[in-house]
């Protein structure tokens, strides 16, 4: 009977251990997720990647405004010239000179100013698909976030799981030294205990993994991170709502739609080319040594030029033709994003319902978990059940555990998702404390520069 108690004393203080409170925050300071999300939004090379395309594309207003002003061009020659006739004289002279020709559009058929309205189009658009890749990369880091922590905890819950198996294996050695065990309980708790040790293995390589892609996506080392909410507060009030706010507002829709914008004014520049053209030309020119006999020439023009297309072989034609089937398909694809949207958002409320749902019944499966395995092992001590109802009844709990701890990673991630769908996942809306970068800057900076090699950054 004194083996029994200590037996028992032991069991009971492993079992209190296993089943210590889940996400016990740490003691030291702790990371909260709204710092890694900061983080992510300075330092992720996909969003930077995406900032330099979008001001890539300003330049296009620039270059569409070129149409408007005057091209310069200046040109110089130089030559040798040697020349004999039948008498027996030769002339051996350098002729040179050097001009400027000055050509200022008048008139191009309209392409110029529907060129520039398709560049503004596509710098809409370009913005939008930065909005997206933030989005995109702030969800990726919040996931990322999460997957660490759940990492984290399923490590912890397998080594627990270890202990606790490890201790059975210890169990049942002595009650079959004492008579009151078998070889088959002796051997059932090896083996479980064996594939604990494998699962470990697991979860450590699991862990690894979600730390490579903590720092990919974050830019730093995972450290004290504590379990998140979610962003509740930027959940719409119904589902109704998030499908009117994601159908409206969501950048993908809103790029589709300036995709539109931009293939209808590409249809006119097309059409545009159909029109006559008006250019006036500008010309100085300066001679020397023409003759060989060391004279100077000089010579100005100006004249307005009018260019009338009848026939470009089709290839005119062929480009309309063209631009409207690429019209025609912006605009397919603008249903096709909101269709994409309207999934998204349905998909995300779905899994934040279920989520909740399964919180709820997993920490009562937990509860009733640890109960059933508590009274497993006094009735084990007991005879009334042998071993493997004892180990039946741990694998319940752990599976209980993770289930719980799915559901919980499940919830926060799809309160993400959620609002990444209505177009609400941006840096201001999260009040991350980040300097937000505006893309209207650039633009201002450069839509309307005449010259100049440097970056508004000094590049």
């Not at 699962?199 to 730093?220: H, P």
């Not at 605009?331 to 749902?357: F, G, K, T, Y």
């Amino acid at each position: 009977m004194g083996f029994k108690r200590v037996k028992t004393r032991r069991t009971a203080t492993l079992l209190a251990f296993l089943c210590a409170p889940m996400f016990v925050a740490p003691q030291v300071q702790a990371e909260s997720i709204t710092n890694a999300l900061a983080s992510a939004y300075r330092s992720n090379s996909q969003l930077n990647a995406q900032r330099a395309s979008t001001r890539a594309v300003d330049e296009g207003v620039a270059r569409a405004k070129s149409g408007y002003r005057p091209q310069i061009t200046g040109d110089a020659d130089f030559g040798a010239i040697s020349s004999s006739s039948n008498r027996g004289g030769s002339n051996d002279f350098n002729p040179y000179g050097y001009g400027i020709t000055i050509v200022q559009p008048l008139f191009d058929g309209f392409q110029t100013l529907n060129n520039v309205a398709a560049a503004k189009a596509q710098v809409g658009a370009s913005r939008e698909q930065l909005r997206n890749t933030e989005q995109t990369v702030l969800q990726n880091a919040a996931s990322a976030y999460v997957d660490v922590l759940v990492s984290q905890e399923l490590l912890s819950i397998r080594r627990q799981n270890r202990l606790f198996l490890a201790e059975q294996v210890r169990s049942s050695n002595a009650r079959l030294e004492v008579g009151e065990g078998t070889r088959t309980d002796v051997a059932q708790s090896q083996a479980r205990e064996a594939g604990a040790r494998a699962l470990i293995s697991s979860a450590e390589a699991d862990l690894a993994a979600a730390r490579a892609t903590y720092f990919q996506v974050i830019g730093r080392q995972p450290s004290n991170l504590r379990f998140p909410k979610g962003p509740t507060r930027l959940y719409p009030r119904n589902l109704t709502a998030a499908l009117e706010q994601g159908i409206g507002q969501h950048p993908a829709v809103r790029q589709a739609q300036y995709g539109v914008d931009a293939a209808l004014f590409n249809v006119k520049v097309q059409q545009g080319t159909f029109l006559p053209t008006v250019s006036l030309r500008g010309n100085a020119q300066s001679r020397f040594n023409s003759g060989g006999d060391g004279s100077r020439s000089q010579q100005s023009s100006a004249t307005v030029n009018l260019s009338v297309p009848i026939y470009q072989g089709g290839a005119a034609s062929a480009n309309v033709r063209e631009a409207k089937e690429l019209l025609a398909q912006s605009r397919i694809q603008v249903n096709q994003a909101r269709d994409q949207v309207r999934a998204a958002i349905l998909s995300a409320w779905a899994a934040i319902e279920a989520a909740r749902s399964n919180v709820s019944a997993n920490n009562t499966a937990v509860r009733a978990a640890r109960l059933a395995l508590s009274g497993a092992i006094e009735e084990r001590n007991v005879g009334q059940l042998t071993q493997l109802d004892v180990l039946n009844a741990q694998s319940t709990l752990l599976d209980s555990q993770i289930q719980l701890l799915t559901a919980r990673r499940t919830q926060v991630v799809a309160g993400y998702a959620l609002v990444a769908s209505v177009g609400n996942l941006n840096s201001a809306k999260l009040r991350l404390a980040v300097r937000h970068y505006e893309p209207k800057e650039h633009y201002e900076a450069v839509k309307d520069k005449w010259y100049g090699l440097r970056t508004p950054s000094n590049r």
